[in-house]
């Protein structure tokens, strides 16, 4: 019982551990990923619905 408790919380500290270093590293937003000729994406500036 003890190894299956052990096993769950490090696999809870590996996921936000990846998670941390995903959103804080590789992530871009789209206007910056896509740079392309073939798709356009500009900086969206504010909500385009108006909420």
Do not use: C, H
């Amino acid at each position: 019982m003890k190894a299956f408790l052990f096993a769950v919380v490090f696999a809870g500290l590996v996921a936000v551990a990846a998670a941390m270093v995903l959103d804080n590293t590789f992530q871009q937003p789209s206007y910056a990923a896509y740079t392309t000729e073939g798709a356009r994406v500009d900086n969206p500036g504010q909500n385009l619905i108006g909420y």
